[in-house]
């Protein structure tokens, strides 16, 4: 199997698990505020510590590789979802994470701080409706979202996680440790666009390729412009920097 089809493989897992009941619980940012206003650190809050964390080596790697909605957003681009159009509202999903994060620290300041730790918070008060909305209500925007505003919208515009591991990408690039990262190897680019149209978040890879860092807030470091470029003029290394490496 190729590298791309363990990606796609591991996103279908990760989707596939999603419709176990209580894996909603792991990701839903409603629990995570319900729990801070009860002074309860949920499986949700503690999760997106993990992910923050383990970008600050991985980058966005969860979102390319491990995020449920990416087998759902995959589907769209196989079923026809374009390139995305209009970047400049990319902000509004730092809105949507501003909230939620404020909603999280207003409640745990209104409790006076965490006082337990339950993982399966939410379980108990759940109900067949709650449990679909709480599960399926933000996947069900996505696939719209996809079709009308271009492909893996929802990680441009509304995902609240994506700040979150922006925010550790940058951190690792301003800390400069190594960390897993796209690397071009310019000279061998023929400027054939082939990386560009396989990107999943539609970015410029192939202008990218030629500058001097492929660092990008919005790369999920997919590996689908490696996999798909005919020079072998990009890809994956753990290292401190992200430089154009000549090779003459
Ligand atoms: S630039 Fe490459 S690794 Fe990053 S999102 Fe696009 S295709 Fe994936
Ligand atoms: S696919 Fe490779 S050769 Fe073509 S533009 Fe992208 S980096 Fe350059």
């Known amino acids: 199997m190729t590298v791309q089809t363990w ?19 792991f990701l839903s940012p409603v629990l995570s505020i319900a729990g801070a206003w009860q002074g309860v650190a949920v499986s949700s809050l503690i999760i997106y510590g993990v992910l923050a964390i383990v ?3 991985l980058g966005r790697a969860f979102c390319g590789w ?3 909605a990416g087998a759902l ?34 409640g745990v300041i209104q409790t006076g701080g965490f006082h337990r730790v339950d993982p399966m918070f939410g379980v108990s008060a759940d109900n067949p ?7 399926y209500g933000v996947l069900l925007t996505m696939v719209p979202l996809s079709f009308l505003a271009g492909k893996w919208a929802s990680c441009h515009y509304i995902c609240w996680i994506a700040p979150l591991m922006i925010l550790g990408s940058r951190a690792k690039e301003r800390i400069g440790w ?13 400027s054939c666009q082939e990386c560009a149209q396989a990107c999943p978040m539609s970015l410029d890879v192939s202008s990218r390729a030629s500058a001097s860092s492929m660092t990008d807030d919005e790369c999920i470091l997919c590996g689908s412009c490696i996999a798909t470029c005919p020079s072998e003029a990009l890809r994956f290394a753990y290292s401190r920097r992200s430089p154009v490496v000549r090779t003459s």
């Open 73 to 106: 957003q995959e589907s769209c681009i196989v079923l026809g979802a374009r390139p995305i159009g209009n970047r400049r509202l990319f902000w509004l999903k730092y809105v949507i994470f501003g909230i939620w994060l404020a909603a999280v620290v207003l």
């Open 66 to 68: 491990a995020c449920p």
């Open 129 to 135: 409706l709650r449990s679909f909305l709480l599960r």
């Open 178 to 190: 190594p960390s897993l990262r796209l690397e071009a190897v310019g000279d061998r680019c023929i």
């Open 7 to 25: 990606r796609k493989v591991s996103l279908i897992v990760s989707f596939a698990l999603f419709q176990f009941p209580l894996f909603h619980l």
């Open 55 to 57: 970008s600050l080596f």
